[in-house]
């Protein structure tokens, strides 16, 4: 695999002017390249924002950032003052949430109800994550906010529904305790639950923009959110079944039959529908899009959440013809989210390519998951699989940068990041070589 970027073709400059242009390439003929660069429906280009990108004379870029001490950092992390912010002030938010949320379930479930609870938790749990890691492979969130967004399900937005829970239900009066509970499970629940795991996700989208760029991050983001919430709802449930009955272990082994195996993605897939919407609004880069966003992602979430929480009798019916399809939808939806993902990282890098920064057959390698298997094997041999991962994962960022600047949106700001990241390109090009 060559490890040195490619001379840029004849005619082409080193660098792009201040409007983006190139030398030799007529205005008219943008429009032509922005179809061109719109190789899938995630993503879109509009003609007008169009520009190549910036080429490379073959030396070193200067640097534009303080220099790179002890290596390079391999998620290429830049911090701001929204995530500090955000770090700060969710740390300080799962706090506070757990003087009421913990003291909550140990009243529901005891202390040993609670340990139990707690333990079977994990495995539904698991699965979530290892989903997530599944779908997040192709460009890996920051651990930090992923953190951010299991705890804020598991605590935060708990908190916030035990919150509103006694408010929500004073605005109806019911002498019946069966329609009490009823309401309680199919319209306060869905609202109040969606609405408080999907206040997690605006926050991360105002504060954390630059990695909540697109519906892939939306979803991951999401089922994170959703499987924290779904952890410490089920530790609720598994911890009353030891607690309250006079036969735990039957108790226990049929609600963890359906909560842990039948459904231990429902709140995922609730969520995840507000996440998608939120994803495709983080294209736009505008706070009034993804505020709207929220509350029309909510309505989905909403229904879906009302309809598990509405069967009756006919359970295992409904569960066979509607939740089950919804299910695979679910799977078939972050399947195409996916190879979209990936067709609009090669078709970036394929530009980067022609400006002279990679060879056409480095791009295979770096923008195709059969590609990426190839290097990793290739560098193993080398004892540098840990530096070719996370060249790798520079060049997918790299990609998703340029998205960015193809937006329209904060063009100079995301340029500026793209000069810091093709100067790491070059460090960790020059590291996989050895």
Do not use: C
């Amino acid at each position: 695999m060559s490890m040195h970027p490619q001379q840029p073709h004849s005619g082409e400059s080193g660098h792009t002017g201040e409007g983006g242009g190139r030398p030799g390439l007529s205005a008219g003929s943008q429009p032509a390249l922005a179809r061109q660069a719109n190789p899938s429906w995630m993503g879109r280009v509009e003609p007008r924002f169009y520009r190549p990108a910036p080429g490379n004379a073959g030396a070193p870029l200067p640097s534009v950032g303080p220099p790179l001490q002890g290596g390079v950092d391999s998620n290429g992390r830049m911090r701001s003052a929204g995530l500090l912010a955000l770090m700060v002030g969710g740390a300080a938010l799962v706090f506070l949430s757990l003087f009421l949320v913990v003291p909550f379930l140990l009243a529901n479930t005891g202390v040993g109800g609670f340990g139990v609870g707690f333990v079977v938790s994990l495995i539904p749990l698991t699965a979530v994550l290892l989903t997530v890691h599944a779908i997040d492979r192709w460009e890996p969130e920051p651990k930090r906010l992923l953190f951010f967004a299991f705890t804020w399900g598991a605590a935060v937005s708990v908190a916030v529904t035990l919150l509103i829970q006694p408010v929500f239900a004073l605005t109806f009066q019911f002498s019946d305790v069966a329609d009490l509970q009823t309401y309680m499970a199919t319209v306060q629940a869905p609202v109040v639950e969606e609405f408080a795991k999907s206040l997690g996700l605006l926050v991360l989208l105002l504060l954390a923009r630059k990695h909540f760029d697109g519906p892939v991050d939306g979803v991951v983001f999401a089922f994170t959110i959703a499987g924290g919430f779904a952890f410490t709802e089920n530790i609720l449930y598994f911890g009353r079944a030891i607690a309250e009955s006079a036969s735990p272990a039957t108790d226990l082994a049929q609600i963890f039959l359906l909560r842990g195996v039948m459904s231990p993605f429902a709140h995922a897939i609730f969520t995840g529908t507000t996440g998608l919407i939120m994803g495709f609004a983080a294209r736009r880069w505008h706070s009034g899009a993804s505020v709207a966003a929220f509350f029309v992602g909510l309505l989905p979430a909403m229904l879906l959440h009302n309809r598990w929480n509405s069967m009756g009798e006919g359970f295992l019916g409904e569960y066979i013809l509607i939740q089950v399809p919804i299910f695979v939808l679910a799977v078939i939806g972050v399947i195409l989210l996916r190879v979209a993902e990936n067709r609009l990282t090669r078709q970036r890098l394929l530009e980067y390519s022609a400006a002279g920064w990679f060879s056409p057959a480095e791009v295979e390698l770096l923008a195709t998951p059969r590609g990426r298997r190839t290097a990793l094997h290739w560098a193993a041999g080398y004892n540098r699989r840990p530096q070719m991962k996370s060249f790798l994962q520079a060049a997918t960022q790299l990609a998703f940068i340029r998205q960015r600047i193809l937006s329209g949106r904060d063009i100079a700001l995301h340029q500026a990041e793209e000069q810091r990241q093709l100067h790491r390109i070059i460090v960790l090009r020059a590291a996989v070589a050895g």
